[in-house]
Structures are given as C-alpha cells and as structure tokens.
C-alpha cells in the first residue's frame, strides 16, 4: 500500500518555530530548577545543582592518602559511603582509570583538601552530564565540613560507632 506524501506529518516552516517556542519555554523552566515534561518524548526533565558533602570531602582525602589510588569496595571499606568518587569528578577533583577501575584524587583534588584552592558551590548536572557550574559562591573544604582536618583520620571513630553496616 502506498502512502501519499501529503499524509505524512512532517514538520513545516511555521511548525519549526513553534517548536523553538516550545524548546525555549522548556528551557526557562529548565533554567528555574522546574521539573518539566518533554513535548516530543513525555519524558521529565530537571537540571540538578548538586553541592560537595562532607562524604564527599571524606571520599577524596581517603583517596588523597592512597598513593595507587583505590578501587570502589576499598572506598566503601574506609569511608562507609559509595558512589562519592563520581560525584567528585564533576568538578575535576577525582579521576578513575576504565581499565585498572581504581579511582584517584587529581592534583586538583589534593590542593582542595589543603585549602589552597576554591570550586564552584554547585555543579548544574542535565541527563547525567555537566552543563554548567553556579559560580555564585567559591567554596573551600572547610565550607563544605567545618571540621575537616589533613591530619584527621578519613573515618573517625564516633562515625564508625553511628555507622550502619550492611552484610
């Protein structure tokens, strides 16, 4: 059976800018921290403005001792907390070799902890990739915990005592 090419609903030139209309409202809801349906797909879409935690911080000065840097379980077994390493590279302190799978405080990372460098307070994250950082406010690691210390130990005793663990 054929179809004639009248019946198919391709887009025209004044469909095409309806759709920038569409793409730019997306965009400002998007730009607002708006949880927003997508048009063409019905999938939601959010951008993320994540901050640096104070596992985060405990995640790269674990990783900062370790001259061969570490694997994700080692992580696990000295700072109770997973997945941090990776949030970390966001902003350039952390690096992970895919085929050693061992995860690695930058230079970068190194002279956070030593306070001699500042990042952005937040990372704006889209579909899982950077698109930006909220250069509003610079942050150090003492803005991010208070407490931290070089000569501290990554996980300390108290908050191993409060810690759950999981077989």
Known sequence: MKISEHDIPLPTADQDKALWFVQQGLREHLANGDLVTCACCGGDAKVYARRMTAAQVRVLH???????????????????????????????????????????ATDQGRMFLAGEVTVPHRVLIFHGRVIGYDYSRLINVRDVDPEFSLERDVMSAAAVREAEVYP
């Open 62 to 104: 674990a990783l900062s001792k370790s001259d061969d840097g570490l694997t994700a379980r080692q992580i696990v077994a000295r700072t109770i907390t997973q997945g941090e390493a990776g949030k970390l590279q966001h902003w350039g302190l952390t690096s992970f070799d895919d085929e050693s799978k061992i995860w690695r």
